[in-house]
């Protein structure tokens, strides 16, 4: 008897929150206007399904509906449609009467973001504004720039961006014609001609490949075996730092992970201190690509170096201080390259006279 009203009970409050999430899917409905159903039209056709599923895909996040919220004023220049695998949602989460009552199933989504947060894979179609001003029905279409790139294992993120502005805007601009108030190229002091576009778009997608393969090159800090871990991840203050080092376990479990830790940290500067050998002619542009990737691996490497189960384990070692004088270094040359290289892009481009 008690078992049966129980499971009644909890009926029924699964059933009151059906409704109240049923209730808001359909208050975000109620705010969707002319401008999200354009948006809709335009990911529909990119992802080869219906305007209607875009739309119920939407509909199942409050956030997406606040993300879009934000594009379509002046908060935000870019908004992402990822098509891509990720849970199911259940009818109390989403408010649609036919999602799944089991949690954890995969199934492929259409989920909204800004970018920064949801990793990208499977076909991604691209929202970005020309200006800051808030879209309506009479300028969306012209304000707008969209596209689909392709994320796969095989292509990274930089690199769909890379073969997007490859295949699609370079060719564009080659055969332009009318190119309005925009001088279409410049001629230096020794009259040789190159086009200030075209070099400004070489140049974004050679360091879109440079960053590809920085991000490969990037060094991850070592971990135990979860069990192990769990023992470091209990150490947040000075009361835990003691009780810890009253732990042989603990101790040793530290001293492990610190030691792999120096190892990668001690191969990573070997490598910075160890002397370059490059060609006679080699310019500011190798110069740049080699210590952008010092930058970047520095930088990640200080990241990790600053969170706080590092900073347990490091608690006694400095090995953050010489990684930090390396990414300043580092991040310093760029800069000065960065001044660098505009005034030096007619030498690779006209012979000197």
Known sequence: MYAFGFSRDAASARARRQTIAKEAREDRRSTI?????YLFTNVSHYLGISNEEVEEFVLDDALHMKTLSRFL???????????????ELTFEECGRSYALIAKDRIATRVLVSRGDAQPTEGKCVFFLKKSTVALEERNVAEELISGCMQVTPDCSILQAVANYVNTTFHPTLTHLQ???????????????????????????ILHLSWAEQHVKNAVTLDSLDTEKML????????????????????????????????QQVEMILTEADRIRR???DTGPKKELEFWLGMNARFSYLVQQLRDKKARAVFHVLHLDMKVTDHANEARDNVKYLYTLEKYCEPLYRCQPV
């Open 231 to 262: 023992h470091i991840d209990g150490v947040a203050n000075a009361a835990d730092f003691v009780n810890a080092a009253q732990n042989r376990n603990t101790v040793e479990i530290m001293e492990e992970l610190a030691t792999r830790w120096c």
């Open 33 to 37: 206007g002319k401008v999200h159903k």
């Open 178 to 204: 009318n190119w309005g108030v925009i001088k279409s190229s410049v001629a230096d002091a020794d009259k040789c001609t190159y086009s200030a576009i075209f070099v400004g778009l070489d140049s974004f």
């Open 73 to 87: 004023q002046q908060d935000e220049h870019i908004i992402l449609f990822h098509h891509q695998k990720t849970r």
């Open 278 to 280: 490059e060609a006679d």
